[in-house]
């Protein structure tokens, strides 16, 4: 019973957080140019999308596992 709430809170907050950010971003560093001791670096930015539909269904699952939870 407790195993079910702990999971359904943790796919509840999952889905607010991909709802509210719609994607990952890091940035990368690539080495541009190497001479001798001097090196020039290049930081990039990448973004990971995340769909809306994940975060709907992280929400909607973490819901059934909380009714499924309380109903034990």
Not at 9 to 14: E, F, G, K, R, T
Not at 36 to 41: D, E, Q, R
Not at 60 to 69: F, I, K, S
Request: glycine share 12%.
């Amino acid at each position: 019973m407790a195993a079910l709430r702990i999971a359904g809170i943790a796919l509840l907050v999952l889905g607010i957080l991909s709802l509210a950010y719609q994607g990952i971003t890091y940035t990368k560093s690539e080495k541009v140019l190497e001479v001798g001791p001097i090196t020039a670096t290049k930081e990039t930015k990448k973004t990971i999308p995340l769909p809306p539909v994940l975060g709907g269904v992280a929400l909607v699952g973490g819901l059934v596992l909380l009714v499924a939870g309380a109903r034990r």
